[in-house]
Each structure stands twice: as C-alpha cells, then as structure tokens.
C-alpha cells in the first residue's frame, strides 16, 4: 500500500502542475469551457484516486471545489479572478497535505477548513440556502458518471407526432447530447408527409447520433428522462476503448446497416453481387434512404478515429523509472562506447577484414544505444516554464505591478539532472526581475513606457552549450549605484578601476544588494550568489548585460558536463583532442607557403575567405616542431569561423565527457576529457574560449 500511496503522490503533484497551468489560461479565458473541463478533471481524478487510496482529507477538501468547478461547466456560475485565486491557494495546500502524507505530519487543518469555507460560499450564491445542503448530490449527479474509458455509442431518437404538444423541443435535446461529449448527428425525414397533408404541429423527423463520450448509458438516459413515453429511443454501446485495438478491424457499411435492423441478408447479398459502393445499390433500390447510409458512415468513420486515438495513446504510453536507474544506464552505455573504441582501434592494427566488420557493426550498434539512452534522460525545459507563470502572477498583484510573462524555446531539452538544479536558479532571476527590474505602471508612464512590463523567459542550444535567458524591460542596472554600494560595503576599494561589466558582475557578490528596504521578495542580500553557486556547480557561466531605462538581460551558460557526443579526434606530436563534431565544418591544410603568405598573422585563406585560426600547439605549450604541412580543422559558432591547427586529424570519434574535477576546473580552454580505446586521455576542447582568442588574434 505504501508504494501505491507514493505513485499517487507523485500522480497528483503532476496533475497539480497541470492544473495550475490550465488555471492560468482559465484566467485569461474565463469563457473557454475546455479549460474548465481541464481543471474539473485534473481535480475529480485528484479526489478521486486520493478516496481509492486512504487520502480521505484530500478527498474531502477536493469534493467542494470540483462542485464549484460543476457548476461553472454548466454554465451557473463564472469565472473571476477571485476564484482562481482561490482554486490556486487551494493547489498549494493539496500540496501541503501531500507533503505532509509522505513526511508523517498533519497539514494544517485550520487553512484547510478557511479555503473549503471559502469554496461554499459560492454555492449560495448559485442556488440559494438550499445549495449547502445539496452540495453532495450536485457533486455526486455531475461526476459519478464520469470514467476514464471512452465509449461510442449509438442512439436512435424517434419522437412520436404529438411530442411538441407537451412543450418539448427535441433540438435542446440534441444540444445536451454534445455536451456529454463527441457527437455526430443524421436527421431522418422519410416519414415527412405530403405538403397538403402535413400537421404543422406534429413531428415527423427523427435523428440517429453517433456518440463518443467518457460518460456511461445512464447519462444519457437521464437526457430522454421525460420523453420516453413520447418517443422511440434506443440506445446501444458499439465500441470501447478496451475494444479499439489494432487488430480490430472497421465494420463493413452492410455489416453496420445489418446490425443496426435497416436492412436483411437477403438485401445484403444483391446489394454486394452489384459492382458499385453497397451504399448506392441500397439507396437506387429503395431499400434503405440516403440518410441512414449516412448515419452508418458516420458510425463507420467515429469508430475509426476512436481505434486511432486508442492507438496513439498507446504509442505515446510510458512507465516511471528512478532516475538512479537511468543514470547508471547513461554509465554503462559510456563505458560501452569507450570499449567499442578499444574495439574498433584494435581491428584497425590488425587488418583482418571480418574483424573491421565486427567493429563497425558494433560501432553502429553502440552509437543508436547511446542515442538511446541520452533520449530518455532528456526532458524539454518547458516542464519547468510553467511554474514560472504562477509565481509572475502571484508577485505581479503582490507588488502592484502589471507584467506580462512570454516564454520561447520550451521544446529545448537538457538533461533531467540539469533541469532539476535549474529550476531555484531561475526563481531567483525572475523574482529580482520583477522586484528590482520592471517599475510600477505609473513610473513606467511617467518615463514614456507602456504601463505593462514584460519579462521573456528563453532556451536555445548554441554549440556544445544551451543558453537561457531572462530579459526583462524594466529599469536597468545603474553601475553607479552598484558601485557606490559595492564600496560603501567594502567589497571593493575607491580607487579600483572596473569595466562596465565587472561592475554587473559584482551583483553575484554574496550578501550584495541595493534594496532600500526588506521586504517578502528580496533586500536580505541573498540570491544571485545562490544563482551563482548553483550554476557554476555544474560548470555554468553566467553574463549579465545591461542599460539603463531599457532593462537587463542575465545568461545562463550551460556547457557540457557528463554526456555522449560525436567528436572529431586530432593530434598535436603524441597529445590526443577531441573538437565536438556539430561545430565542425571543414578540415584545410595549412603549408609553409601558406603561413608566409598570412606574414605572420593567423589567419588562412579558404575559398576567398579570410579565417583567423589558433595554433594549438601554442596554446597548451605543446614542445617539439609543428610539421611540414599541419591541418586546420575549420569550426562555426554564429556567423563566425575560427580554425584550429592540429598535427593530425584521426577521425570521427564517439566521446563519452567526463568532468576535469575539482582540482582541474579551472583548466582554460578545456571544457572536460574522455578516455580513448588504448586507454589514454584526450582533452576536450572549449571552442567557444578559444575562439574568443582567436578574434583578439584577428584584430592584433
């Protein structure tokens, strides 16, 4: 039982998730009934499960809100800002509770009862003094015929002539029937009578209805309550969910028509001797009316794109692993990729053509596992966006401030490790963005702004590295205040002389701030040395650019650190390199003419191309004399080219990263190691330092 009582924890922490997120765009479009459905269904799941599995408190507190939510589905009560405040606090103390399931403490009751409290007061409000008492029956008529499984059925609603007599009109009918779910309908008039012979107070039409809906048979008989004995109605499940499988295969127009009682065997067989569409042959004979061919096809097409959901669901279905697991996966496929090399290095000594076989094979083999394997650890960073639109909004009203939050790059993935350490940092950035960065709407106006500020929250790969960004178009950095305070806390003398840059970058000293005051958002002088730690913990940069009056943009550099990639292998005398392969673009030679033509400089001409380059051997102080002719592995960052001149270049080359350790982080140029198959070390280049010297190069 404990560990279905943790499935369900970590279920409804997703499901939380989702339900603030679909509560967000509810506040934006109070109107839009399928982000209600949203909210009703992650909470009656949450209520739900929670009863099935000994969390009665959250059942009990979820009861009341999935009425309210009930009765917004039915149109008799609306969306306001308050509500979805309080839907939100609510969240938050779901959480609280399941929090303190796992950790063996008790939520706090008091809040509990306060937000439930606050719930039914909207119940009055819709149905007067007499809702209170009818909350269990509301709630219990709205969800107890709601299912996870999804049914087609098949409905026949004939009304007999005299029906509007009674005041019925059938179409409101029809109308509560779409409600319930997907529905196709086909109007009958066969039974529509001769012109002069016609009671204009008589019905004479009839309907079929094809029906896809998570509710069971009883909620729609509940619809036909008050006109069965006015009408012919039948109703008939023709397809589940469970029954929607791939080897089901779609019934035939005749085999339906059949089965449905419009036409017998014997009308069947002449109609399939006949070399046209059954559909046809059934209408010219007058065995059946076009209409009913069309309600078959209609059933025949619902029922196929229910097996084709079923199918995509399948498909997409997945199963939870601990993280541990997958780890010592990414570990065992590194030290694979590192054996195949040894593999591969030592057929290539032996010539013996069966062997390079094997190791090619092998090689093949390995690359597509270790795809594998890096897939499943990485999760687009958008999983994490989303929590960062509650906490604009939260603060926003807190500090009076109006602040439109845009995401972009919510489908770049990283690894799940990286997103998890990720996740404090950023809340830190987009706290300070909103306290210190975007002004109150009437500063804004004074200063010629629009009263509303924005914060752009972005990802995207760049290289070897993802570059996250928030920008916000709020105040700027004022480096004279900074460094004002910067002084006057001692962390630098008067005298000292900084660029514009070190001066931002002094924001990351710890205990700094310029805050007046301290309030419930900042001013404690912690946070970006936080931000700081965290992201150089696992080798991150961070660059902070600024102007003043026009907002402040803060970078987080994300090298990498552990992982699988394609690089290209080269040597400098008997010192292994390895350049990640997506930056490669070409590989030049470098002659003794060609150098004396540059006249010194380092530079090489490609294709009418002057490219800067930076010798290698130079930079890690490499001892001997480069050779005759040396290659130039040509790399692209951006808009840029940049060589590096090598030895020797190997070839392609699978690396597995490992990190440089404590001791060796600081290595310039060097952005991890990998260990090759005869079980030496080859170091991995930071192309991006590097290609910063090679433009000082180029301008000097």
Partial sequence: MDAQKDLYREEAYELLATLESALLKLEERPEDMEVVGRVFRAMHTIKGSGAMFGFDDIASFTHTIETVYDMVREGRLSVTQDLISLTLASCDQVKAMLDASRDGDGADVAQTKGLTDAFKAYLPQVDGPAASASDELVAEGSSGSESDMIMAYRIGFKPKPHIFLNGTNPVLL?????????????????????????????????????????????????????????????????ETQDTAGEDAGDKKIGEILLERGDINEEDLDKALKAQKRIGEVLVENGMVERSTV????????????????????????????????????????????????????????KSDQELISIA????????????IAMGIRMLPIGTIFAKFKRLVRDLSNELGKDISFITQGEETELDKTVIDK???????????????????????????????????????????????????????????????????????????????????????????STASSITNVSGRGVGMD???????????????????????TITLKLPLTLAIIDGLLVNIASDAFVIPLGAVVECVELTEEGRKRAHGRHVIKVREEIVPYIPLRETFCINGRPTSIEQVVITELGDKRVGFVVDKVIGQHQTVIKSMGHMLKNIDNVSG?????????????????????????ERV
Avoid at 190 to 212: N, S
Avoid at 530 to 552: A, Y
């Fill in 174 to 238: 029809l109308n509560e029937l779409k409600d319930l779910g997907e529905c196709a309908i086909v109007c009958h008039m066969k039974d529509l009578p001769d012109l002069r012979e016609i009671d204009p107070e008589g019905c004479y039409t009839g309907w079929d209805i094809i029906l896809t809906t998570t509710r069971d048979i009883d909620a729609i008989r509940d619809i036909f309550m008050f006109v069965e004995d006015a009408s012919d109605i039948s109703i008939k499940l023709i």
């Fill in 530 to 552: 936080v931000v700081r730690s965290s992201i150089e913990s696992f080798n991150g940069t961070i660059e902070i650019s600024s102007m003043k009056g026009c907002g402040t």
């Fill in 673 to 697: 190691a990998t260990i090759l198959g005869d079980g030496t070390v080859a170091l991995i280049l930071d192309i991006n330092k590097l290609f910063q010297q090679a433009v000082y190069a």
């Fill in 360 to 371: 090619e094979e092998v090689q093949s083999l390995s690359a597509e596992l270790r795809n």
């Fill in 422 to 512: 990720l996740s404090d940092p950023l809340v830190h950035l987009i706290r300070n963005s909103i306290d210190h960065g975007i002004e109150p709407p009437e500063v804004r106006n004074a200063a010629g702004k629009h009263g509303q500020g924005t914060i752009h929250l972005s990802a995207e790969h760049s290289g070897a590295y993802v570059l996250i960004s928030v920008r916000d178009d709020g105040a700027g950095l004022d480096s004279q205040i900074i460094r004002n305070k910067a002084v006057e806390k001692g962390l630098i003398a008067p005298d000292t002389t900084l660029s514009e840059k070190e001066i931002f970058e002094l924001i990351l000293t710890p205990g700094f």
């Fill in 294 to 349: 069309k309600s078959a096809l209609l059933e025949q097409e619902h029922v196929r794109t229910m097996r084709k959901k079923r199918l995509a669901a399948d498909e997409t279905a997945s199963i939870r692993v601990p993280s541990i697991k997958l780890d010592a996966l990414v570990n065992m496929v590194g030290e694979l990729v590192t054996v195949q090399a040894r593999l591969t290095q030592f057929s290539a000594k």
